[in-house]
């Protein structure tokens, strides 16, 4: 079947790094996407990955391995207003987006 | 960037009644447009795709005759919840696919609080 797993919850520190870690398993690979979700609100598009490798977007940065089935999202200095839930979706061979339940990642002061 | 619009943002109806929730797509045309539904502190959930010109395509689980979606136009996708019941309170969100790009990235409306008394 088609699943998607990434934690539950992280808890990080003002102008610090975290790394939200993303596996999946999907029908054929279109792609990895990661959305940004803050409360009440409908996600934001942060990045797309469909080649080996890590992007580098600002403060976030996100990597791909299609044979490991590994995909991380890393973000650097981190600030108050990340906290947010990070959703990671994999897109399958009909480019329907498979969805992991996102992880709340929580920054302390 | 690209920019949906959802619309309206909150709605508290009485059980019973129907509500129709409206998305379009601005800058854009969305040959397909997609609805979710999401839970308190639960990933979104693909309620069904939404093709302009044909019907909509229902997830496994979700009653097509009580979620009905229209994708008249290449800018505009409704979803009309009818009877509503207070089970069916929840954020739904909808998001389309800018077809001129190639990443294929979803761009999402901002989302509809219905509250069923």
């Known amino acids: 079947g088609q699943n998607i797993d990434q934690p539950t919850e992280m808890t990080a520190t003002e102008g610090a790094i975290v790394q939200i870690n993303c596996t999946y398993q999907t029908s054929g690979f279109n792609g990895l996407f990661w959305y940004q979700q803050h409360a009440g609100e409908a996600p934001t598009f942060l990045s797309y990955?469909?080649l080996d490798g890590l992007e580098e977007k600002g403060r976030f940065s996100s990597f791909l391995s299609r044979s490991k089935g590994y995909s991380y999202l890393l973000l650097k200095e981190l600030q108050m207003k990340d906290s947010a839930s990070y959703l990671c979706?994999?897109?399958?061979?009909?480019?329907?987006?498979?969805w992991g339940a996102g992880t709340k990642l929580i920054i302390k002061p | 960037g690209a920019v949906v619009s959802q619309h309206p943002s909150r709605v508290i109806c009485k059980s019973g009644t129907s509500v129709k929730i409206e998305c379009r797509s601005l800058d854009f045309q969305a040959t397909t447009m997609f609805w979710y539904r999401q839970f308190p502190k639960k990933s979104l959930m693909l309620m069904a795709t939404?093709?302009?010109?044909?019907?909509?395509?229902?997830e496994q689980g979700v009653e097509k005759d009580k979620f009905l979606i229209n994708h008249a136009s290449l800018t505009l996708s409704t979803l009309t919840v009818t009877s509503a019941h207070p089970e069916d309170s929840s954020f739904y969100i909808c998001?389309?696919?800018?077809?001129?790009?190639?990443?294929?990235?979803?761009?999402f409306g901002e989302g509809s609080r219905l509250t069923v008394l």
């Open positions: 939404s093709n302009e010109g044909s019907k909509a395509t229902y």
């Open positions: 990955n469909v």
């Open positions: 998001s389309a696919r800018d077809g001129g790009r190639e990443t294929g990235e979803l761009f």
């Open positions: 979706a994999a897109s399958d061979s009909n480019y329907q987006l498979i």
